[in-house]
């Protein structure tokens, strides 16, 4: 009974593929992000959606595309993968976009561990 | 750009003594703050948070301290258990910030608690 599932959580595909991760939360937040955990281990934010409208979109390739069908999901399709794009992705769902304030803060996925060969 | 950091990369305490994990930031806009444990494998759990208006939280064995001047918070871990080696990472957030109010994190430290 996942709180925030993704899947796949290991990716393995060749330079120039396109590929999907899915991400789905049952905990009823309005609010869902992708964050990027690089070989260096730095978590970064990729984007937000908030109600199925994206509030965030930091500076991320044109080749990364969320999508959210409704609020309980938020999909990232990449396009032409580089060998770059290698890293952990986490998916996470917070109660208001107000990063969770006054409350538990996110709650994350256990992560999509992608591999560019 | 890190606004976020962790500068001790790994810590090893022994059981029932203190760990004492540190976090600095730069952006002057963040006024609430988090920790996250992370298990290999696993997305980070939240640990405890402090708004800015307190210096102090404290939940069981977890107490985070935060001291605004100098832009540093800290969280203890007293006693230590072994179930506590983890890496933990500090997050923060505050309007007018880079994303809004999404959390920036540090890189993490990893704690590892010896019997």
């Known amino acids: 009974d996942t709180a925030v599932s993704q899947t796949p959580k290991y990716l393995v595909t060749q330079m120039g593929n396109d590929k999907s991760i899915k991400c789905e939360q049952n905990l009823g937040h309005d609010t869902m992000y992708w964050y990027k955990q690089d070989s260096k281990k730095f978590l970064k934010i990729m984007f937000s959606?908030?109600?199925?409208?994206?509030?965030i979109n930091e500076t991320v390739p044109n080749r990364f595309s969320p999508k959210s069908p409704d609020k309980a999901h938020l999909n990232l399709h990449i396009n032409s993968l580089e060998l770059g794009d290698s890293a952990v992705y986490f998916c996470?769902?917070?109660?208001?976009?107000?990063?969770?304030?006054?409350?538990?803060?996110?709650?994350f996925g256990s992560g999509t561990r992608l591999t560019v060969v | 750009d890190q606004q976020v950091k962790q500068n001790s990369p790994s810590l090893s305490v022994q059981e029932g003594r203190i760990s004492i994990l540190n976090c600095d930031y730069t952006?002057?806009?963040?006024?609430?703050f988090l920790w996250y444990k992370k298990y290999p494998a696993e997305g980070p759990t939240f640990l405890i948070s402090?708004?800015?208006?307190?210096d102090k939280n404290e939940d069981g064995r977890f107490t985070v301290f935060l001291n605004k001047s100098a832009k540093h918070l800290s969280l203890h871990i007293v006693p230590s258990q072994p179930g506590d080696s983890a890496v933990y990472f500090c997050?923060?957030?505050?309007?007018?910030?880079?994303?809004?109010?999404?959390?920036?994190f540090g890189k993490g430290t990893s704690l590892l608690v010896t019997p």
């Open positions: 959606y908030n109600n199925k409208e994206l509030i």
């Open positions: 952006n002057s806009m963040f006024d609430y």
């Open positions: 997050a923060a957030s505050g309007e007018g910030s880079n994303s809004g109010y999404a959390l920036n």
């Open positions: 402090i708004s800015s208006i307190k």
């Open positions: 996470a769902s917070s109660q208001e976009s107000k990063g969770g304030r006054g409350s538990y803060g996110y709650t």
